[in-house]
């Protein structure tokens, strides 16, 4: 029965990229990565509060959406974010192809050891990846009011 759970993630990869472009097209990259990131996260919390056949359908098809679209919406944030300076955005991106990779393979490590020091509780695994991707919403929104006082006319 799991993999079909691998089987609804990978629909869900073919079509995420997509729908997120959409969404990103509509309501911009800023608003679009938050949404994202707050559905994703939703979405990973799932199989942890439940592992009913409709709570895990709807997490692996997400999940799989979210993971390969993620990618454009954080390249175009980071568009918004640096505007008119394509020094600085190819700079930006590259730091956070780097960051991704290295923290991957921190994550992977070690949540292979968690999940083994647990005895093999997905729980945790889930929590702590809904957690995550909480964080890189926090971020972003942080971000957003940072950068939105510093563009703000001082008499504003």
């Known amino acids: 029965m799991n993999a079909h759970y691998w089987v609804l993630y990978g629909i869900g990869a073919t ?3 997509l729908l997120t472009g959409h969404l990103a ?3 911009g990259f800023g608003p ?8 994703e996260a939703i979405a990973i919390l799932l ?3 439940s592992s009913a056949p409709a709570a895990m359908i709807s997490s692996s098809i997400v999940v799989g959406g979210f993971t390969p679209g993620i990618v454009p919406l954080v390249l175009g944030r980071i568009h918004e974010l ?19 990779a290295a923290f991957q393979a921190a994550g992977a490590y070690g949540l292979s ?3 083994e ?13 809904a957690g995550a991707v909480t964080a890189s919403l926090a971020i972003d929104l942080v971000t957003a009011l940072t950068i939105g006082r510093k563009r703000k006319p001082s008499g504003a």
């Open 15 to 17: 079509i995420g990229p």
């Open 82 to 100: 640096l505007p008119r300076s394509n020094a600085s955005q190819r700079a930006a991106w590259a730091q956070a192809t780097t960051t991704f």
């Open 117 to 129: 020091r647990t005895g093999q509780d997905y729980t945790v695994l889930f929590v702590i990846g």
């Open 113 to 115: 050891y968690l999940f």
């Open 25 to 27: 097209d509509r309501a």
């Open 32 to 39: 679009a990565l938050r949404v994202a990131f707050l559905v």
């Open 47 to 49: 199989p942890a509060l």
